[in-house]
């Protein structure tokens, strides 16, 4: 037996607690739980865990215990007709002694240039007897079970308060044992000529001869150790990277607090556009900068249409609004950054993958916040055959064949189109992307004439169709199935 092993047994009594085993035997409480789960593997013993709310003193109860609840202190200070600022009660205590009294009908309340308090029959009745609040007090730490009904009123009305009680989560391991525990309880436990740890000074000086070792019970239970492990989410977006190289494309990279201008007017989303509306997006109270040659080309392409051969939305194009801070909507918004910034020209293929967010309901296929990709590809001769084919090609080399397009409208793509992936696990078709070719005059002003083909995707909608989830909030968030997440099979992806 392990030397824990044996510093317990001779100690346990019928239905005794961890605490007390601890106590008797002079063990940490870790300890205590080690030797009882080895006996119990031995049939020495069995141990059952009860979980308990405990109601206990919080910081202000402790104190309040000592000295009294402020409301008794305060009635036991008024003399007649007496000013609250003679009563000795801390400041943070008067604002509730005041209301909680007067609520009780315990004192009148005089307003003048002082204010004046006066004890009522009731109050003075308050003062004979022990409140159900003191009492409760007294008696705790107690089970949240053994309460009666006065009590738990007591401990709404404590709760309420600050810091006077609070209620702990307490686990309770009751230990029995059995007839083979019982005969080895009155045994004489001690190691004698038994070796319990080799080390290189036994093996040195020869002490081990003569002498047995303890044996080790290799199939015990010993606590599992979960080791770190890549999120699957994580593997998913480590794939699309992948893909994306070997594809020949270059990654892009951008801020997750964008302006307006470059999250919406920039591709030509007109400045009334739904999309646009507080229930949509995450404004911020701010307002950020914008390029000045770049924001009158928008304007012209906003208002008339500018040199792109449309005739525009035909409205006046505010700058305030295009300078509104806002939590980016889509990925979208690093693309024209690139168109901006860093004068890209054909032949070119970039992509990026990076959190969005969108003010939505949570459902299983909706997140307020998520993963987006974010590609395109700027050539000539460029069509929607094309994009087709780099969809298609796309979702082939994760696995994804079986999918379908749907023709569909964005302010900013003209044609534009839906690619639906079916998800084996639901048995549904799930909507996988949005693309299309950008219209001109998103295109106009920043001197592309070129065609560019471009596509976006929720990444953890695609991670649900390769992990066999239903539930893309599995994959994301505080809501995730931690035993899962610990023990999910590495997909071939």
Known sequence: MHPLERKVLPVLKEGMELDEIAAASGLKKVEVM?????????????????????????????????SGLPERRFLQGIRGETPVSKIDVAKDELNVCLGLLRGKDAITINKGKDLVVSITD????????????????????????????????????LKKRKEIVRVDIRKVWHVSLTDLGKRLSKLKLESGNTIET??????QQGLWKGRTFRAYDVKVNVPKVYGGRIHPLQLVIDRVRRIFMDMGFKEMEGPWVETAFWCMDSMW????????????????????????KAAR???????????SGSKGHGYEWSAELAK????????TATTYRYFGEKNIRPPAKYFYIGRVFRNEATDASHLPEFHQVEGFVMDEGLTMKDLM????????????????????????????????GYNEETGKWVELINSGVFRPEALEPFGIKTPV???????????????KQDDIRNLLGATGDLNWLRAYKVPRI
Not at 48 to 65: F, H, S
Not at 324 to 331: K, W
Not at 396 to 410: D, M, S
Request: glycine share 6%; proline share 5%; with cysteine.
């Open 122 to 157: 009731n109050g003075r009745r308050m003062l004979e007897k022990e409140s159900l609040e003191e009492s409760l007090l007294k008696r705790l730490p107690v089970g949240l079970e053994k309460l009666s009904d006065a009590d738990r009123h007591a401990l709404e009305l």
């Open 324 to 331: 509104q801070l806002l939590m980016r909507t889509h990925t």
């Open 453 to 467: 083909i471009a596509w976006g995707l929720g990444v953890e909608r695609l991670a649900s169709l390769i992990l």
């Open 389 to 420: 084919g780099y969809i298609k090609e796309f979702y082939a080399r994760l696995g994804v064949h079986r999918i379908r397009f749907k023709p569909t409208y964005n302010p900013y793509t003209e044609p534009s189109m839906e690619c639906y």
């Open 198 to 203: 080799l080390t290189p000074v036994i093996l």
């Open 269 to 292: 989303i007109p400045q009334d556009h739904p999309s646009r509306e507080m229930q949509d997006t995450f404004y911020l109270p701010y307002q950020g900068t914008i390029p000045e």
């Open 297 to 307: 080309l928008v304007k012209a392409a906003h208002e008339t249409g500018g040199k």
């Open 34 to 66: 080690r030797a009882l789960q080895w006996l119990s593997n031995k049939g020495a013993l069995t141990v059952k865990q009860e979980v308990m709310e405990v109601v206990n003193l919080d910081r202000n109860g402790e104190r309040y215990l000592k």
